[in-house]
């Protein structure tokens, strides 16, 4: 199984687009995105020096617009995408260029949010000095007690010995004198404390925007920040896109859904390196082909072919389909299997793991076609349950 994924703020360095501007069609794409954005993009992925590429308002722009351009080179055909993708995630601002790649959104959508994200952030980043720093390495239990201690938040847990810290400058100095054993702190190059408390301002006028975006539920399916399901309501995955901003990514459980689906292949979208780099210690075994300049799209599309394979979403009108967002044990609902029509938001079922227990609601409700599973089953993520047909579909 092949996931794609696309990197998060951080990623970026300086003339990191020269070899992809050179390529006539990339450019033109790149502009017309740009355009939308409102914001001169191929300057900034050129010739800004690192400290103004670091700049939120720029930063976030610049990753979206760079991941879509570069799908459509990997992937000429889009519709034909999808027999192959079996997932997709993105870390922090890549997952609005994952659900993009899904469907859920335009790429015009897409510009519009982000350069909103980006600039509601760096204001409320503004608003108190914060920031971030790496804690490399030390016992899992010990470095999340030493952050609780100084009042940070666990930002990013990525994985075995990656999570990061975020706070208060103060806190963080306070942190860096008292570290926790054999870990080692490096702070980060970044505006503020991102996905904490300290960003609820953007959330508030990104939410208010998000209101009026039209979605559709992905293509394929999508592995969520923040909690490792996959979701496929695609409301859902923008409130999720929305929320994300002040609340914790929780790469570790991506990691972890991408071992439940039996991933063999995961792709990162320029500017790559980072989120392979994570999986190569996480998923051992895994392959991973970080796509960094043109010259290896052949590559790359080889790479595709050789781990792709269909996410069962494709084959079927996602809308009428109800999906496990992660492994674990379905148990029906009896009342649900008792009807043959579903109001939209009913109960169906739940999904039981060693970690938690999910409840299962049909998002838009309709007439029962098939039930795809029985009471029991063990099911993995995104795994179809329940086949629905509109009410009042043809």
């Not at 687009?17 to 001169?40: C, K, M, Q």
């Not at 959508?109 to 108190?128: D, H, N, S, W």
């Not at 559709?216 to 996959?230: E, F, L, Q």
């Not at 439940?260 to 980072?274: Q, S, Y």
Request: glycine share 10%; proline share 6%; with cysteine.
């Amino acid at each position: 199984m092949l996931v794609i994924v696309a990197p998060g703020q951080g990623a970026q360095t300086p003339g990191f687009l020269e070899p992809w501007l050179a390529e006539p069609r990339f450019a033109s794409r790149f502009d017309w995105l740009s355009t939308v954005a409102g914001i001169d993009l191929a300057h900034y992925g050129t010739k800004a020096d690192a400290e103004t590429i670091r700049q939120t308002e720029i930063a976030q722009p610049l990753l979206v617009a760079t991941g879509l351009v570069a799908a459509l080179e990997v992937f000429p055909h889009p519709a034909d995408v999808f027999e192959q993708i079996g997932a997709v995630a993105g870390h922090s601002v890549g997952e609005i260029a994952a659900i993009t790649g899904a469907r859920v959104i335009t790429a015009e959508q897409a510009m519009v949010l982000v350069r909103e994200r980006g600039k509601a952030m760096a204001e409320a980043a503004g608003r108190t000095p914060t920031g971030m720093t790496a804690v490399l390495g030390g016992d899992r239990e010990e470095v999340l007690a030493a952050i609780d201690k100084h009042g940070l938040t666990a930002a990013n847990d990525n994985g075995p010995g990656q999570i990061v810290a975020a706070g208060t400058l103060e806190q963080l100095q306070a942190f860096a004198d008292e570290p926790p054993t054999k870990a080692r702190l490096m702070p980060l190059s970044v505006a503020g404390a991102f996905h904490t408390h300290h960003m609820e301002p953007a959330v508030g006028h990104l939410a208010g925007l998000a209101r009026s975006v039209s979605v559709h539920d992905p293509r394929t399916r999508v592995i969520s920040n923040r909690d490792g399901k996959v979701i496929h309501d695609g409301r859902e995955v923008l409130a999720r896109i929305v929320g994300q901003i002040a609340s914790p990514v929780r790469w570790d459980l991506c990691l972890e859904t991408m071992e439940d689906l039996g991933v063999t292949g995961i792709l990162e979208m320029p500017p790559a390196g980072t989120l392979t780099g994570i999986a190569k210690r996480a998923l051992k075994g895994v392959e991973t082909f970080a796509l960094k300049t043109p010259d290896q799209l052949d590559a790359a599309r080889e790479f595709c072919a050789k781990h792709g394979e269909a996410s069962g979403m494709n084959t079927t009108p996602t809308w009428r389909m109800v999906v496990s967002p992660a492994k674990g044990t379905f148990h029906i609902s009896a009342e649900a299997e008792a009807l043959d029509v579903l109001g939209a938001g009913a109960t169906i079922g739940e999904v039981a793991s060693l970690r938690d227990r999910t409840t299962i609601t049909a998002a838009h409700g309709g007439e029962i076609v098939e039930w795809l599973v029985h009471d029991g089953d063990l099911v993995s993520p995104g795994q179809p349950l329940l086949r629905l047909h509109p009410e009042g579909g043809y």
